[in-house]
């Protein structure tokens, strides 16, 4: 995890590996990519999924969309799917509204839902993304800060 943009006070580069038992995950970002390569890129053991761009909400707010209007949220960057075959598809990008969480939010404070995302996902991500920083700040793996009995009921 790096901050590679002059100025930029985020961190806008990452190459995370995870590392699980029977298989390796390997997730690669970049806020630089210009063309030429993907910008978010994911391996797995069955395949790989490929996004040339990233998703286009902010682009449509620039460009005068009204979120929620009909064509609010399209990608026409599919995702590109290989096998272990290495056989290509295209899956059309489902299409964003980031709007949807925070109402879902509002919906489970208020009791008509259960929360979108449970605390326990919440913790393994945020163990992910410490573990993450941890690592890029030592140069060492590092093991997720998590029980026996949070990480059986992830599964």
Same mark, same amino acid.
Do not use: C, M, N, P
């Given at each position: 995890?790096?901050?590679l943009r002059e100025?930029?006070?985020?961190n806008d580069w990452a190459? &995370? =590996?995870?590392n699980y038992p029977q298989h390796k995950v390997v997730l690669h970002c970049s806020m630089l990519v210009a063309g030429g390569v993907?910008?978010?890129?994911?391996?797995?053991?069955?395949g790989s999924v490929v996004k040339q761009r990233a998703d286009q909400q902010e682009s449509q707010l620039l460009a005068g969309v009204v979120p929620g209007s009909e064509s609010w949220g399209e990608?026409?960057?599919?995702? &590109? =799917?290989?096998d272990a075959n290495l056989r290509a598809s295209e899956i059309s990008a489902p299409r964003g509204d980031q709007r949807q969480y925070?109402?879902?939010?509002?919906?489970?404070?208020?009791g008509k839902i259960s929360n979108p995302v449970s605390p326990l996902e919440a913790l393994a991500v945020m163990a992910v993304l410490e573990a993450a920083a941890q690592s890029a700040e030592s140069g060492t793996t590092q093991t997720?800060?998590?029980t026996a009995d949070e990480l059986a009921g992830l599964k």
């Open positions: 995890i790096a901050t100025g930029a006070e985020i190459h &995370v =590996v995870l993907s910008r978010f890129t994911v391996h797995g053991d069955k990608d026409d960057d599919s995702l &590109v =799917v290989f925070y109402i879902h939010v509002r919906d489970a404070l208020t997720l800060a998590l």
